[in-house]
């Protein structure tokens, strides 16, 4: 059985400032992990994914995110937020390919001027 | 190739009749998912296709829910006899099987059907 935990529902940030969206994931066995994001009235993206090689995984528009295990930890971060990557955000457990994802609930990134 | 396609985009219709939902994955891609995303959720598997074999299908919400794939390219959702809460947006993701270096698939995602039943 896999679960993902969004911790935050909503997170509002100024522009420029560090982004954090938090996830807690629990799994029965080595899980592979994503970061999708979702735009308004567009399809879900990835940005990036953990397939158990680097635990520090670098995504695209300036997104990471690290896999602590002690922690069952998957947080997204990016150092300076941009009005742009105001969206959901979804972190994603699978058992190894993409065949059942499991989604988190969400996190509303807002991004404030 | 453009993407995963998905059509309608949009749906209305009234409680109990039936609807069908289409999608067209990237032409080479041999699995094909559906997933259900309701407000405030994230999307919730359904069920994926391997090629024209339907793997699993235990997820699929009730038996007024059935899934196609008959040539192993697009696939078709039929809800029959609608309900309220069957409102949603249904998302259509399409991967290869093909070995990667990195272990890994990606699932591309379309745009989605959104579902309003009256």
């Known amino acids: 059985a896999q679960s993902v935990t969004q911790l935050d529902s909503h997170v509002s940030v100024s522009e420029g400032t560090p982004v954090l969206l938090r996830c807690n994931y629990s799994s029965s066995y080595s899980p592979s992990l994503f970061w999708y994001v979702q735009h308004p009235n567009k399809g879900l993206q990835l940005l990036l994914k953990y397939t158990s090689a680097a635990t520090l995984v670098k995504g695209i528009n300036g997104f990471e995110a690290e896999f602590k295990k002690s922690e069952t930890s998957f947080h997204l971060t990016k150092p300076s937020a941009h009005m742009s990557d105001a969206a959901e955000y979804f972190c994603?457990?699978?058992?190894?390919?993409?065949?059942?994802?499991?989604f988190g609930s969400g996190t509303q990134l807002t991004v404030l001027p | 190739d453009t993407g995963v396609s998905q059509n309608p985009r949009h749906k209305i219709t009234k409680r109990g009749q039936n609807v069908t939902f289409r999608c067209d994955p990237i032409s080479e891609h041999n699995r094909l998912y559906w997933y259900r995303q309701t407000l405030g959720q994230g999307p919730e598997f359904l069920t994926y296709f391997q090629n024209e074999a339907q793997l699993e299908k235990s997820r699929l919400l009730s038996d007024r829910f059935s899934a196609e794939r008959p040539k192993g390219s697009f696939s078709t959702l039929e809800i029959q006899r609608t309900e309220q809460g069957d409102s949603a947006m249904y998302l259509c993701?399409?991967?290869?099987?093909?070995?990667?270096?990195?272990?890994?698939?990606?699932?591309?995602f379309g745009q989605g059907t959104r579902l309003t039943v009256v």
């Open positions: 994603v457990v699978s058992p190894g390919s993409a065949r059942q994802l499991t």
């Open positions: 993701a399409s991967s290869s099987t093909e070995v990667v270096p990195d272990g890994n698939t990606e699932a591309f």
